[in-house]
Structures are given as structure tokens and as C-alpha cells.
């Protein structure tokens, strides 16, 4: 176990048992502490462009009194005495904020959900050799990218008695290969470098690559047999965040699966897919400390199974809670792969279009589940189960009803692992495992 991992838990514990103390006896509080120690190493042109290491923790703080919440957050030194002090402020500010608030009808009182401790321990590469492993490989190449390695952490305390600990290390390499302006995406992520997946992933992207240096194919809009490669895929499913599987935006109108959810539709029974915190992608336990069951079904083959409810949704429209956060969007989504094995994908297109990528997503027409979007990087038109070559940038438009319904017609063998990769105020956690998926008679616009 790292240094940081155990000096971050014994100040977190420290500073927490300060603040609980302070509490009188119409307040509760809950404590969130999102911490990483992070090697940041940016590439551009096959060389180190930047290189940082960050070390930071975060604590925010929920307090209740009298029906009313509030939350405020701040930075932590390290240093117990200067972090107690600023906390005592920090307090003080919440009270302050609290006394001048209404009433919250539906507010979900501080609780006691139990403790959790979870830690994943990695193998990483060590910081002296993330230049040589990562450059060596890509020797010839114009790489550019994004590597970021090491812990972190989250953590919830409560005035009820709760405690939740969880920490990882793991990494990601977030990159792309570039011949002038056609570049073609890859991504490498786990909790242990391997050299010989690492060299393959790489041999994958090269090989994308100089596929892109064939005639450019001017494809024209209209449907076509389609193949969304997983990172593709993920990116389609990853729409379902934005309210499709919120319980609350179904009961307030709002939901594109309104639909499923009402059984009025459903989906392929080829699509089964579960939050599984079993990956380690992300904590059990949501920001109110409440933990999600290990594997939480949401869609088996092809029918909905349950919505994500936070307690708050639970409370205001008499549902059942189900532990999600209060976004609720999945936190690790992961799809029950098919039988599409990778070498018969050219032959199973036949004659269509393979997406590696897809980018600017949004939904077109959210009664229909309608989403629009763009191709991205290593695109390709096929024929004859064959890759004939690139295509110019093509806008998409295609109901999830039919894409993920009618129209799907395999899913592959095999899954990747699509980490979340924001590195905005913090290193993000979460993520999804996902299949590519094959469909026909995907809908191209422009």
C-alpha cells in the first residue's frame, strides 16, 4: 500500500473526528474526500511535452440542521493543524449559510449506512520509466497523448456513525497517432502495465493508421450496415447518462426511455447490460455514503429491468432507492458482451461502415431517444468485407429504439474497458466495459 494512500486516511480520519466534534445537536454533517497523487505526462510529436506530478485532497462538506442543507468545499493542506483550522471556518460559513435557507421538503436525512473499505492495488509503471516504455514502442510515430498513473481516492464519513474508504491505482494512456492531419484514436487503461498489451494496442492503432493513407471513399448520406467499435459503442450507451436511466427524469417528463420504461417499447434481446462495481472502476458508495448493491442489473435482454433512483428521487415520488448517485447516471456500466468474433467483423459489414470513433454527441430528439453525432479519426467504408478506404467526416442521426432494437445485430466477444479519462479540477473515476456492436441501417445525415 502507498505512502500517500496511508497518510491521506490518517489525516482524513484526523480531520473528520475535528469537525464531528464541533456538531451540536440539531446539526448532521457528511464528509466527501476526493484525493489522488497522479503522474501527468502530456506527449506531442513522439516527445514529453509536460510533466507534473499532483498531489491534492478535496473534502466537502453537507450540512443539515433543521430541514435546511448546505455544502461548501475546500482544498486541504496536509498540514492538521492549518486543515483543522481552515474546517472550523468552513463550519462556521455552512451555519451561516444554513440559518437564511427554507425548509427542503424533500431533504434525506444524514444516516448511517455502514462502512466499506476498499483498496486496489496496482502494478504501475515506475515514473523514471513511463517515457522509455510508452516513446520506445512508438519509435516512427507522430504520438500524441495523454498518460496519467498513480492512487486515488474516495472517501465519506458521516455524523451517524458511517465510514466508506476506497482507493485504486490504475492508469491511462489516452493517445493518438497522427500522418499529417488523419490521425487515428487509441487508449490503453488498467491497474498493470503490460509491455506486450501495450505493443499490441499499439500495433492496432498503426495498423488504422495506415489504412487511413488509402483513397479517401465519399460516402453519401443514407443507412448503411454499420460497425461502432467499442470505444465507438461506449460512447452511443454513455447518451444513457444524460436522463435516459434517471427515475427522476422520467417522473418529471424529461426521460428518452420513457418509452421502455413504460413497456410500450423495448430493446434487442441481444442487450443485457448491469452496473458492476465489481471492475473497480469507481466506489459502491455514493456521495450520501448509501452502497449500491455489487451488480445491479438495468437491462436483460432487452428489457428494462429498474431505473437508477437516488434517495431524494425515492422520497419525492414514493420510489425505491437503489443507492445511485444523485446525477443519476451509471458510474460503471458494463455490457454483456456477444458472439460477433473480431475476426469476422469486415465479413459480417459485408458492405457498410466500420466507426472507430464517434464525438459531439447529443440528443436530436429526446420523445424518439433520438441522438445525433459526428464520425471521428479511423472511419472506414468496406465492401465486400473488405477496406476500401477513409471517409471525409460524416453527421449521423439514429433512434437508441432502433438502433439498440431492431436494427442491432451482434454484439462481439470481446469487451474494452472505456475509463473515464476528465482530468477537469481532478482525476475522474468511473467508466464503462463495452462490446462493439454491429447495426444495420445506421442513419448518416450529411
Given at each position: 500500500m502507498s505512502h500517500f494512500i496511508n497518510t491521506t486516511r490518517s489525516h482524513f480520519d484526523a480531520v473528520a473526528s475535528h469537525v464531528l466534534g464541533q456538531l451540536t445537536s440539531t446539526e448532521a454533517i457528511t464528509l466527501n474526500l476526493s484525493a489522488e497523487d497522479t503522474l501527468y505526462v502530456r506527449f506531442n510529436a513522439n516527445r514529453v511535452r509536460q510533466n507534473t506530478d499532483v498531489q491534492q485532497m478535496v473534502l466537502s462538506l453537507q450540512l443539515q440542521s433543521l430541514?435546511?442543507?448546505?455544502?461548501?468545499?475546500?482544498?486541504?493542506?496536509?498540514?492538521?493543524?492549518?486543515d483543522c483550522a481552515l474546517l472550523s471556518n468552513v463550519l462556521q460559513a455552512c451555519r451561516a449559510e444554513v440559518s437564511v435557507l427554507d425548509v427542503d421538503p424533500n431533504q434525506v436525512p444524514i444516516a448511517n449506512h455502514g462502512n466499506s473499505d476498499d483498496c486496489f492495488t496496482g502494478a504501475l509503471l515506475a515514473p523514471q520509466d513511463v517515457v522509455s516504455s510508452i516513446l520506445d514502442s512508438a519509435q516512427g510515430c507522430d504520438l500524441a497523448g495523454l498518460y496519467a498513473g498513480g492512487v486515488v481516492i474516495r472517501a465519506n464519513r458521516n455524523s451517524a456513525g458511517q465510514s466508506h474508504w476506497f482507493a485504486t491505482e490504475s492508469f491511462f494512456l489516452d493517445y493518438s497517432l497522427y500522418d499529417g492531419p488523419k490521425a487515428a484514436k487509441g487508449g490503453y487503461a488498467g491497474a498493470r502495465w503490460d509491455t506486450l498489451a501495450w505493443a499490441a494496442n499499439l500495433a492496432r492503432t498503426r495498423d488504422l493508421l495506415d489504412k487511413l493513407k488509402r483513397p479517401t471513399v465519399?460516402?453519401?448520406?443514407?443507412?448503411?450496415?454499420?460497425?461502432?467499435?467499442?470505444?465507438?459503442?461506449?460512447?452511443?450507451?454513455?447518451?444513457?447518462?444524460?436522463?435516459?436511466?434517471?427515475?427522476?427524469?422520467?417522473?418529471?417528463?424529461?426521460?428518452?426511455?420513457?418509452?421502455?420504461?413504460?413497456?410500450?417499447?423495448?430493446?434487442?434481446?441481444?442487450?443485457?447490460?448491469?452496473?458492476n462495481f465489481g471492475l473497480a472502476l469507481t466506489p459502491r458508495f455514493n456521495s450520501q455514503?448509501?452502497?449500491?448493491?455489487?451488480?445491479?442489473?438495468?437491462?436483460?435482454?432487452?428489457?428494462?429491468?429498474?431505473?437508477?433512483?437516488?434517495?431524494?428521487?425515492?422520497?419525492?415520488?414514493?420510489?425505491?432507492?437503489?443507492?445511485?448517485?444523485?446525477?443519476?447516471?451509471?458510474?460503471?456500466?458494463?455490457?454483456?458482451?456477444?458472439?460477433?468474433?473480431?475476426?469476422?467483423?469486415l465479413k459480417e459489414i459485408g458492405t457498410g461502415l466500420y466507426l472507430s470513433n464517434v464525438h459531439y454527441l447529443n440528443w436530436s430528439d429526446p420523445v424518439s431517444a433520438r441522438v445525433?453525432?459526428?464520425?471521428?479519426?479511423?472511419?472506414?467504408?468496406?465492401?465486400?468485407?473488405?477496406?476500401?478506404?477513409?471517409?471525409?467526416?460524416?453527421?449521423?442521426?439514429?433512434?437508441?429504439?432502433?438502433?439498440?432494437?431492431?436494427?442491432?445485430?451482434?454484439?462481439?466477444?470481446?469487451?474494452?474497458?472505456?475509463?473515464?479519462?476528465?482530468?477537469?479540477?481532478?482525476?475522474?473515476?468511473?467508466g464503462?466495459?463495452?462490446?462493439?456492436?454491429?447495426?444495420?441501417?445506421?442513419?448518416?445525415?450529411?
Open positions: 430541514g435546511r442543507t448546505v455544502q461548501q468545499s475546500c482544498t486541504l493542506s496536509g498540514s492538521l493543524q492549518v465519399n460516402v453519401k448520406p443514407g443507412q448503411y450496415r454499420t460497425y461502432l467499435a467499442p470505444r465507438a459503442f461506449a460512447d452511443v450507451l454513455g447518451m444513457m447518462g444524460w436522463n435516459a436511466l434517471s427515475a427522476a427524469a422520467w417522473k418529471q417528463g424529461r426521460s428518452p426511455f420513457k418509452k421502455l420504461v413504460e413497456r410500450e417499447a423495448k430493446f434487442s434481446p441481444l442487450l443485457s447490460f448491469s452496473e455514503g448509501e452502497v449500491s448493491e455489487s451488480l445491479l442489473p438495468l437491462m436483460q435482454a432487452g428489457e428494462l429491468r429498474t431505473l437508477l433512483v437516488s434517495s431524494r428521487t425515492a422520497k419525492e415520488y414514493g420510489l425505491t432507492g437503489n443507492a445511485a448517485d444523485e446525477g443519476e447516471a451509471p458510474r460503471a456500466l458494463d455490457v454483456a458482451c456477444g458472439t460477433l468474433a473480431e475476426a469476422d467483423i445525433t453525432g459526428m464520425t471521428r479519426y479511423a472511419c472506414f467504408w468496406v465492401e465486400n468485407g473488405e477496406i476500401v478506404g477513409p471517409i471525409n467526416d460524416l453527421r449521423w442521426d439514429e433512434s437508441l429504439y432502433d438502433a439498440l432494437g431492431r436494427k442491432l445485430l451482434a454484439l462481439t466477444d470481446w469487451a474494452d474497458i472505456d475509463p473515464a479519462c476528465d482530468t477537469y479540477y481532478t482525476r475522474a473515476l468511473g464503462s466495459r463495452v462490446p462493439g456492436a454491429l447495426i444495420e441501417g445506421w442513419t448518416f445525415t450529411l
